[in-house]
């Protein structure tokens, strides 16, 4: 298996399941007015529908990435595959918010198994010298189904019912199981049966809701919310909690050695990083391109695309620079390119061409295929194979939550920009308040008042917040720079074995 060809196969069919994943995280808002009507849903289900998903999967990343190394990454990744189908049909025919809320958390479920277990596969798979190619795929394939779920979420519920968003998930589902039945080999390394750490599990699966679930509240009640800082006070205290509780126990669901080679954690890191820039770019743009440039959302998907293209174009240099110049090169570079591009988007005005932003788009997606992939493999190579599925678990839980903490404080930057700088001075309270608090209702009041004045305000104040959203992003990715320039590794060798410490480090 390893010398044949239908090693590219598995990985395509896996990457395409991924893509599912990324496509199911944003679809579903185009769909929410839709779901409002027919379910009769109220503001408090609707946002369970999306919180269902994201809590699950954040919960159980690293039972899944255990589970897998433990048992059967194929028999695991076949049950998840099930259930991420099966979640699809129950979402799509769901008669009411609660069926839809319960079938979107077993989707999470499915998802939270699916991701790391996938990734899991490449060290399994692929040589050392074919691995960043593979990683750049499957990168690639997660980073795409963001961009996507607008475009052909937003045709379907033009020309069909809200149910076929979910429902395009199935046939990507069956041609993926049929794949891995006939090609996939057995992975599991691990054959004697340790003792599950189930207190490490129930610590971090708490722990990684809690923070996911208070930093996802604070978009819509801001830091000053009690409910808000409890949860996330919480959430950091059980992962403390967790963290101690590895180090003492004799069977830890995570190795917390791991943490000692700088190739993981740096590589982890970095990754976290850059997913933390890229959600804004996510966040910020397409209301951008709806409400200042005035496009639909399938238009808006598809102007955010030049992202994916730079990844691609991107994805053909940065293999070759790390081959030559090696990883702390390939990574700089990229974060500097990474930086430049928000600079760039930081001098957005409201009247500039949407030519302009595709540069940007591109410079950005350039640089984020000189990062991610680089620095994801970096850590799934510091990884021995039988801890390669919780090591991807604990991989994909960092990036989750840097790009949930990304959303949040970044759309709370740019809503707090906006709401300061619009002009509400000739409004009724009420509508001024409405105005002040979301970019829609204020150029919706607009056109309703018809009054020009109000929504060059409106745009002027938006333009001005997503400034300031980028050059934060682009401040971001400096403080990447400086990171793997001090602290990247000079050499991370791994001796594959039975265990981390097997393993021989060079910093």
Not at 56 to 82: H, I, N, Q, T
Not at 203 to 226: F, H, K, M, P
Request: net charge neutral.
């Amino acid at each position: 298996m390893h010398n044949s060809k239908t090693r590219w196969w598995v990985l395509g069919v896996m990457a395409l399941s991924v893509l599912t994943i990324g496509l199911d995280t944003t679809v579903l808002n185009l769909a929410l007015p839709v779901l409002a009507s027919d379910l009769n849903a109220a503001t408090s289900e609707l946002q369970w529908f999306a919180n269902a998903y994201n809590l699950v999967l954040a919960a159980m990343l690293l039972p899944a990435g255990m589970l897998g190394d433990r048992y059967s990454r194929k028999k695991l990744l076949l049950l998840s595959l099930v259930m991420f189908g099966a979640a699809s049909v129950a979402c799509a025919y769901a008669s009411s918010s609660e069926a839809l809320i319960i079938s979107r958390a077993i989707l999470g479920l499915g998802a939270a198994l699916l991701m790391p277990l996938s990734l899991s596969l490449v060290p399994f798979l692929f040589s050392e010298g074919e691995r960043p190619k593979a990683m750049t795929l499957w990168v690639t394939a997660s980073a795409l189904g963001l961009p996507l779920g607008p475009i052909i979420g937003g045709w379907l519920l033009e020309h069909y019912n809200w149910g076929t968003i979910f429902l395009i998930n199935v046939p990507i589902i069956v041609v993926a199981l049929i794949a891995l039945v006939v090609l996939l080999p057995e992975s599991t390394v691990e054959k004697q049966k340790q003792r599950i750490d189930w207190l490490g599990i129930i610590t971090s699966s708490l722990g990684l809701t809690a923070i996911t679930y208070g930093v996802t509240r604070s978009g819509d009640e801001g830091w000053n919310d009690g409910i808000t800082l409890a949860s996330v006070i919480a959430g950091i205290l059980l992962l403390g909690l967790f963290v101690w509780h590895q180090r003492r126990t004799a069977y830890p669901l995570v190795e917390m050695q791991l943490f000692r080679q700088g190739g993981f954690t740096w590589g982890a890191g970095m990754a976290t990083l850059v997913n933390f820039a890229l959600f804004g770019i996510l966040f910020g743009l397409p209301i951008y391109l709806q409400v200042v440039q005035g496009v639909d959302a399938q238009a808006a998907g598809l102007r955010i695309l030049p992202l994916i293209g730079g990844v691609v174009v991107g994805s053909r240099l940065s293999g070759r620079l790390s081959a030559r110049a090696g990883d702390k090169v390939a990574i700089a570079l990229g974060f500097l390119i990474v930086a430049a591009g928000f600079a760039m988007g930081g001098l957005t005005e409201v009247s500039t061409s949407y030519g302009y932003t595709a540069i940007w788009v591109v410079c950005v997606g350039v640089g984020l295929s000189f990062v991610l992939p680089v620095a994801m493999n970096a850590a799934l190579g510091a990884l021995p194979e039988d801890r390669a599925g919780v090591g991807s678990a604990v991989i994909m839980a960092m990036r989750q939550i840097g790009g949930t903490i990304g959303v949040a404080f970044l759309g709370s930057l740019l809503n707090s920009v906006y709401s300061r700088n619009v002009d509400v001075s000739n409004l009724p309270e009420a509508t001024a308040e409405a105005v002040r608090n979301n970019v829609s209702a204020g150029a919706i009041a607009a056109g309703e008042l018809k009054s020009a004045s109000l929504l060059n305000s409106v745009h002027g104040a938006f333009v001005d917040g997503l400034d300031m959203m980028l050059f934060v992003c682009g401040g971001i990715a400096i403080v990447g720079i400086a990171l793997t320039v001090l602290f990247w590794p000079r050499k991370v060798e791994v001796v594959k074995g039975s265990g981390v410490e097997e393993q021989q480090l060079f910093h």
